[in-house]
């Protein structure tokens, strides 16, 4: 049998926090010295209160700081956790050869995470734009026990060797994207979702291969609506 965590499996359930909340702002999480997890902490937390958490997956040849401006001020101002993680490599393990130390550092920044802070278990989203997209859809997909959202921005591709649970997702592409055309991959990724029976809000812009701030806002309310009546979070 294959190992889980070859296929990409996650092992994450949170818990009641042991470790005192952080205060608000930029936290590096001490995974490693180069290329850390950052931690993006709103003010007015409720103490007791279970708080939503993103997890930002940057493109290939990024990093935490380049992909941070897509998804911080929406943080700061709707009050979610937002754990920005970093490839070790210029992009994905994924994308260069399987799940592999990206997926070891996640599972271990998730858990350092719910050590401080009692996350909702309803708002737990996967969020990425171009190879983070990729890896969005791929991871998100396979650990659907915890994830609950998908936003996925200009991806190319999916890789999912085990589907678990069901979560939402929000899928954008720019029809003017020349590095991924959208007919191979936003309208391709989309139907195939909806014809397995996934929830999926699909949207295309006009507009190359760049996330959209007006999109990214939808996505943002998207995650964070209510839970339709009788859905599974």
Not at 64 to 85: D, N, R, S, W, Y
Not at 156 to 181: C, K, L, T, W, Y
């Amino acid at each position: 049998m294959l190992d889980p965590h070859l296929a990409g499996h996650i092992t994450f359930a949170p818990t009641a926090p042991d470790l005192p909340p952080l205060a608000p702002g930029h936290h590096n999480l001490g995974l490693s010295a180069e290329r850390d997890a950052l931690l993006v902490v709103p003010q007015g937390l409720e103490p007791g209160v279970p708080v939503p958490l993103m997890v930002l997956f940057h493109g290939g040849g990024g990093s935490a700081q380049k992909i941070l401006p897509m998804m911080e001020q929406h943080a700061l101002t709707h009050g979610f956790l937002l754990l920005v993680p970093q490839s070790v490599f210029p992009t994905w393990d994924i994308v260069i050869a399987g799940n592999g130390p990206d997926r070891e550092r996640l599972e271990t920044a998730l858990a350092l995470v719910a050590r401080h802070f009692e996350i909702d278990r309803t708002r737990i989203c996967f969020a990425g734009h171009s190879d983070g997209g990729s890896y969005t859809l791929s991871l998100g997909l396979t650990n659907g026990h915890f994830v609950t959202h998908l936003i996925v921005s200009s991806a190319g591709f999916m890789s999912v060797q085990r589907q678990s649970g069901a979560p939402r997702v929000f899928i954008s592409h720019g029809v003017n994207d020349e590095q991924i055309p959208v007919e191979r991959s936003g309208r391709t990724h989309a139907a195939l979702l909806k014809e397995a029976g996934y929830d999926v809000t699909y949207m295309e812009y006009n507009g190359p291969h760049a996330w959209q701030p007006p999109v990214v806002g939808l996505a943002v309310a998207f995650f964070l609506a209510p839970v339709p009546a009788g859905a599974t979070p």
